[in-house]
């Protein structure tokens, strides 16, 4: 008996999706998202506002978009991705539909559902995609893990307390903990 392939879905699958349903395509495979809680929400909120204030302030062309924002990893119709933050360096990668190709830094907020998503697959995706740094912001554990893609440096893992220097901006310097209520 031959073995079942599994299905493997396409940006279609996306776009036909019933308001207010969202889901991210991986490599075909659908992954389905739960609604984010307050925490998640004040963390995107706060690194939203921290991020484009700090590239405001030095002038920078760099844009930061928080989910909902669509990132078409690949150049085919099986990866779509919506990370909690977004920056693009490479202004010409935006249309209006969202980004083609790999931002420069992503953030990702870990919740139960979203855990072996955001330490596995996004990781090796997002890593082999292009992606310069990788935030995995962890609010049960309040850890942070740092991948610096571009260096090659090992992952660093700081917690809500520490000063977090970001890898692609040397002066931009994160605490967490001052962006909770």
Known sequence: MPLLQPTLYTLDYIYQLPEGKRSELIDGQIYDMAPPTRIHQEIVSGLHY???DFIDSK??????????FAVFLNADDRNYV???ISVVCQTDKLNE?????????????????????????KL???????????????????IVNVYDFEHEVKTDQYTFQDEIP??????LILRLEDLLY
């Not at 002038?59 to 909902?68: D, E, L, M, Q, T």
């Not at 090796?124 to 309040?142: C, D, H, L, Q, S």
């Not at 970001?166 to 002066?171: A, D, F, L």
């Open 50 to 52: 921290k991020i484009r």
């Open 82 to 84: 919506e990370p909690d």
């Open 124 to 142: 090796y995706k997002y890593r082999t995609a292009g992606v310069r740094e990788y935030w995995i912001v962890n609010p049960m554990t309040r």
């Open 59 to 68: 002038h920078g062309s760099c844009r930061v978009y928080p989910a909902p």
């Open 97 to 121: 539909k969202g980004c083609n190709g790999a931002p420069d830094w992503i953030i990702e907020i870990a919740s139960p559902g979203t855990k072996y998503v955001d330490y596995g697959v």
């Open 166 to 171: 970001s890898c692609i901006y040397s002066e």
